[in-house]
């Protein structure tokens, strides 16, 4: 039997001798140890040269040798490239959790003004329907011009309070401005009814009647549309106070509700005509 004369070394011996000749071809200095590669070098070369450095590295090491310097860079590379992947993503994801807080608050924001819009409507029909209730009452409360005034007075208060809300819905000085002419109307109102009931033809009187109705029916949807834009606002002052909406809380300034101050106003407006 011939036996194969085979050095079981030679697949050592051949990669270290490629390996040699590798090193020798990115160091034209024969002897000297593998320097640093030139700053001039593009990112495709390096890419190209890092892909056959892997290949020839992992040939090598199958064979015990030592590994190369140009497979050493490249994996210094990698590394910084998976570092670099990876703080890529990081920032990707706050700038996403950051837009996604941001627009949750403009989304609130959004939904109590248009709570208040609401309010709004119902207050301008409210305060147009008075002019006509102190109208049909003064040909019967000739002896009651002091109360009659005080409406009118209190009306144009309670107007002048609420196109400065609509200007700026939520604002606090504005929120409590209106909700103070708001009580204040409702008050003189609740006195010009009590007057009424003193007087049995201004409560036969049919127009009286239907102005009465038709603003114990506003008052309904006031106190409606009051609720909606105080839940609204409870919704949005809770987003930009906890977190982690309070991060960017700062361009959002809270929102005042929409309170009555007047013990009279809370009570439904009571029709008996």
Not at 33 to 48: F, I, M, N, T
Not at 95 to 102: A, D, N, S, V
Not at 119 to 124: C, R
Request: hydrophobic content about 40%; aromatic content about 6%.
């Amino acid at each position: 039997m011939i036996r194969s004369t085979r050095n079981p070394l030679g697949g050592v011996a051949v990669g270290a001798m490629r390996a040699n000749q590798v090193a020798r071809e990115r160091n034209p200095q024969a002897g000297l140890e593998l320097s640093a590669e030139p700053a001039d070098v593009s990112a495709q070369q390096r890419h190209e040269e890092c892909g056959e450095a892997a290949v020839e590295q992992r040939d090598v090491e199958e064979h015990g040798v030592p590994s190369l310097p140009g497979a050493r860079y490249c994996r210094a590379w990698e590394e910084h490239m998976f570092g670099f992947l990876v703080l890529l993503g990081i920032a990707a994801a706050v700038l996403f959790f950051g837009i996604t807080i941001y627009n949750g608050l403009v989304t609130g924001r959004n939904g109590y003004k248009n709570a208040f819009s609401q309010i709004d409507v119902q207050l301008k029909r409210r305060h147009d329907l008075i002019p006509n209730l102190v109208e049909t009452a003064k040909a019967y409360l000739k002896h009651e011009r002091q109360t009659l005034e005080a409406v009118v007075a209190a009306r144009n208060t309670a107007v002048t309070a609420e196109r400065a809300a609509a200007a700026n819905p939520g604002n606090p000085q504005a929120m409590q401005g209106l909700s103070s002419a708001e009580g204040a109307l409702s008050g003189t109102l609740a006195r010009l009814l009590v007057v009424a009931e003193a007087y049995p033809d201004l409560k036969a009187n049919q127009t009286m009647a239907q102005l009465m109705e038709e603003l114990s029916s506003t008052e309904n949807r006031i106190s409606f549309a009051r609720q909606a834009y105080n839940d609204a606002v409870m919704s949005y002052n809770n987003t930009r106070e906890t977190f982690p909406g309070m991060i960017l809380a700062g361009g959002f300034p809270a929102a005042e509700s929409f309170v009555v101050e007047a013990p009279a106003e809370r009570e439904p407006v009571k029709v008996s005509f």
